[in-house]
């Protein structure tokens, strides 16, 4: 079964540091890869995704994450944070299985900004 | 905008009652989604739906139930077997397709408390 971990539970980084948030995932074939960004109080939004081909992959609002293959690693990155990036990120490994949809969520990394 | 409306946004339930949690989608997608979020504990799935009057259960389903007469709709009932409720519950969306896995979309959730 496939299954995902987030080694941080928390991070705090300055205002205008770089980032990066880790994500393991295990599964056999394949993977779908995903990250989601959640703000207090509200739904996931979808940041980026990756399903083939280039490696690095680019999101909405400056993030990109690269998969790695031999290390089973899909981290996210981004250059240059803003306070607007204080939020709970999920990385996700999806499975299709004759038409199912099922996603397996990290336990989430909670990202504080410092001004 | 398309999108999916969760309803409503906060619910009290009392001991030994069955609550009802509103999910409405208007970006047509077949398949639709239930996630229970616990702090520290990431998403877990409770039940999904590919198709009208077609769902399956998740890895949470005990003390839940749900139906699917319509595509637009997927309401789940928080009975009175669920032991601990008390949780963030967050509906989402895709698209339905072969074999690969569609990005879901979120709602906004509901958060259930017990009084």
């Known amino acids: 079964a496939q299954s995902v971990t987030q080694p941080d539970i928390h991070i705090t980084v300055s205002e205008g540091a770089s980032l990066e948030l880790r994500c393991n995932y295990s599964?056999?074939?394949?993977?779908?890869l995903f990250w989601y960004v959640q703000s207090p109080g509200q739904g996931l939004q979808l940041l980026l995704k990756y399903f083939s081909g280039d490696t690095l992959v680019q999101g909405i609002k400056g993030f990109e994450a690269e998969f790695k293959r031999s290390q089973s690693s899909f981290n996210l990155r981004k250059p240059s944070v803003h306070w607007s990036d204080a939020a709970e990120y999920f990385c996700a490994v999806g499975a299709g299985i004759q038409g199912a949809q099922k996603l397996v969520f990290g336990q989430g990394t909670r990202l504080t900004i410092n001004p | 905008d398309g999108g999916i409306t969760q309803s409503p946004k906060y619910l009290f339930r009392k001991e030994g009652q069955n609550v009802t949690l509103s999910c409405e989608q208007n970006?047509?997608?077949?398949?639709m989604y239930w996630y229970r979020q616990d702090p520290g504990q990431g998403l877990r799935l409770i039940y999904y739906?590919?198709?009208?009057?077609?769902?399956q259960k998740g890895d949470i389903a005990e003390g839940y139930s749900v139906s699917r007469e319509k595509k637009e709709s997927f309401p789940l009932t928080v009975t009175s077997a669920q032991k601990n409720p008390t949780a963030f519950y967050l509906c989402?969306?895709?698209?339905?397709?072969?074999?690969?896995?569609?990005?879901?979309?979120f709602g906004d959730g509901t958060r259930l408390s017990i009084l």
């Open positions: 970006l047509n997608h077949d398949a």
């Open positions: 989402a969306s895709s698209m339905r397709g072969g074999t690969g896995v569609r990005p879901q979309h």
């Open positions: 739906s590919q198709i009208v009057n077609d769902f």
């Open positions: 599964y056999g074939a394949t993977p779908y």
